[in-house]
């Protein structure tokens, strides 16, 4: 009988469940802990653990592996009572870390060990969201590109630097290290390495049934919040921002600027860069897209035109340019994402 892990309500842990058929593909073993993330815990499941007749016998072998001893709490109250332990690891194809219980908190010894035994052995292994925390804590990631939540990118990069962190991007896929951003990018990843297991046809059916794009445009740059004013430099930058911010179609010279902080440029620039975490040119460029990402957002339709205007791109070909470069998708893919969800 395959692994499989029963969720309940704490305090009753029923038998364990099983699945109707037994197929004969990869093996996918995913990680369960105490804390457990079930949003990313149970993306995995829908891609890799739902019996899938369309792909006839050669769809994933599914499995859970706990990482220590049970019960295991889980977020939102449950329980999670699972099979096997770390020896699942042993005959796995893909393993699939969703999420870690805190960005701070400590890969056990025995998971890194397991991790990489089972990349040593050919194995593939996956990070969902803040998982990465626990495959670079194998060693296995330096010198690699990896991303994860943009939240988490600061804190990870200054506890493992050799890591080529992206925090930009969707996934990153390294051939036998995968890594997702955010929560819901873990979709996005499961989704890939079923097309390259599978095809895009079948890649391609199992979106439809999770009712989400199979490929979505653009990269994480697009959902990351606009950088906040350092409160040291709010006092003297606070209101040059605010009027920045209200006149955005408007073009304004750095030494206006400057003049309205009472800097000098140089010293004006410097304390921008510090106070924000960008010159001030590029700080106006991202305020200019956040506002042209918030008109592409309403219900009401408003012109390309319109939306450049207001927000200081001048023109359509301006705000494609900068949403191309910036952002990696294009604003009529944007409105389509976004504002298209409420129709």
């Not at 350092?230 to 920045?244: K, N, Q, T, Y």
Request: net charge positive.
């Amino acid at each position: 009988m395959p692994f499989c892990v029963e969720i309940v309500p704490n305090e009753s842990v029923p038998e364990p469940c099983a699945f109707p058929s037994t197929p004969s593909g990869p093996r996918v073993a995913v990680l369960a802990y105490d804390g457990l993330c079930t949003f990313e815990f149970g993306v995995a499941y829908e891609v890799f653990g739902l019996p899938r007749p369309e792909a006839g016998s050669h769809w994933y072998r599914y499995a859970v592996c706990a990482a220590e001893p049970g019960p295991l709490r889980a977020a939102g109250g449950l329980t999670v009572a699972v099979e096997g332990g770390l020896a699942v690891l042993d005959e796995a194809d893909l393993v699939v870390v969703p999420g870690w219980r805190a960005i701070d908190a400590p890969v056990p010894p025995d998971l890194v060990r397991a991790l990489t035994a089972a990349h040593a052995r050919g194995a593939r292994l996956m990070s969902l969201c803040s998982g990465l925390t626990v495959l670079a804590a194998t060693g296995l990631l330096d010198g690699r590109r990896a991303t994860t939540h943009w939240r988490y990118a600061e804190a990870i990069a200054a506890r493992h630097p050799a890591i080529a962190l992206d925090p930009g991007v969707l996934y990153v896929d390294e051939g036998r290290i995968l890594t997702a951003a955010g929560s819901a990018a873990g979709i996005d990843l499961c989704l890939h390495v079923v097309r390259g297991d599978f095809g895009p046809d079948l890649a391609n059916r199992v979106a439809r049934r999770l009712v989400v794009p199979p490929h979505r445009e653009g990269g994480q740059a697009q959902f990351i919040e606009a950088p906040v004013l350092r409160e040291r430099e709010a006092a003297r930058l606070g209101p040059v921002i605010d009027a920045m911010r209200a006149h955005l179609h408007e073009d304004r010279p750095l030494a206006a600027m400057a003049r309205l902080a009472g800097m000098s440029l140089r010293t004006f620039q410097r304390r921008f860069l510090a106070a924000t975490g960008l010159p001030p040119g590029e700080w106006i460029i991202a305020e200019r897209l956040r506002l042209a990402r918030e008109m592409l957002e309403r219900p009401e339709r408003v012109s390309l035109a319109d939306i450049a205007a207001a927000s200081g791109f001048r023109n359509p070909a301006g705000l494609r340019h900068h949403f191309r470069s910036r952002l990696g998708t294009s604003p009529a893919a944007y409105r389509r994402s976004f504002a298209g969800r409420r129709s």
